[in-house]
């Protein structure tokens, strides 16, 4: 069976339609992009887009590849100040000649929607709502939450990264999941992949992973994303994925349509426990 996102990301954004509503006092996230990524002008594009569908504002301030680290850093701390922000992305890579986490490390953790300031990253190591954690896990979290139950799933995540693998192996944890990260130089992946209930990957390079033995009914969620002659391809080669009994959400139209979502909720549920 072939997942997608849809429903899911609709949901959300109903959830949030009526948050916003109750809130009195208007709430504001401010999008920070340094150069010209076509990564991050597309995520800023996304998010606005969705902002839009909820009715939360949003602020875009971007800054010449040449722009000195003070003026990047003075605007941040205008932003932490100002009460009617309470969202505050700074777009990743930065394309510049700046120290990235000096500027991330500036953002407030009660604004940083991305999780990417690493006082952030130590909500994880308890059960919580995640307000203000690493994206991209978050997302892969909560749509594993509406796919099934997780306490005593064995989870198998090949990423190690700060804010992929980690954060999302922490959060699986605390629901009660067994969970092992896998990576480069793990032996006898496949094995570990077929007696796995759930499958996650993010290593980012075109169909890496290609076996077709999955343990019945497993969970398959693809992260990754490689471009070859100009079309985009995921971690897993998933030719024959709709003849066998697994759930799979491909790369393309999968967890990264949930990152806007997941972005624009933290800055409303700041905003809500802040009561602004």
Request: charged share 25%; glycine share 6%.
């Amino acid at each position: 069976m072939i997942l997608d996102t849809k429903d899911f990301i609709n949901q959300i954004n109903e959830e949030l339609k009526n948050i916003v509503s109750k809130i009195n006092k208007n709430i504001k996230l401010s999008l920070i992009r340094i150069g010209d990524n076509k990564g991050a002008i597309s995520f800023e594009k996304s998010i606005k887009i969705e902002a839009g569908k909820i009715g939360l504002e949003v602020i875009s301030k971007v800054f010449d590849s040449k722009t000195s680290e003070e003026e990047v850093l003075s605007y941040i701390n205008k932003n932490n100040d100002d009460e009617s922000i309470q969202g505050i992305l700074v777009f990743v890579p930065i394309e510049a000649d700046l120290d990235q986490k000096k500027i991330l490390n500036t953002i407030s953790i009660y604004k940083d929607v991305d999780g990417l300031n690493e006082f952030s990253k130590l909500k994880l190591f308890s059960p919580n709502d995640y307000i203000n954690t690493p994206t991209t896990a978050l997302s892969t979290f909560e749509y594993l939450k509406s796919l099934a139950n997780l306490e005593g799933k064995d989870v198998l995540i090949i990423n190690r990264s700060e804010v992929i693998g980690k954060p999302l192996a922490l959060m699986l944890i605390n629901e009660g999941a067994t969970v092992q990260i896998a990576h480069s130089k793990t032996v006898n992946l496949y094995e570990k992949i077929s007696k796995s209930d759930i499958v996650i990957s993010g290593i980012g390079k075109a169909k890496i992973i290609d076996t077709n033995q999955y343990k019945e009914n497993a969970i398959v969620i693809d992260l990754g994303y490689d471009v070859i002659d100009n079309k985009i391809y995921g971690d897993f080669n998933s030719e024959k994925y709709e003849q066998i009994n697994i759930r799979f959400l491909p790369s393309i139209g999968g967890i990264g349509r949930i990152n806007s979502n997941m972005i624009i909720r933290n800055a409303i549920r700041n905003g809500e426990r802040n009561g602004k």
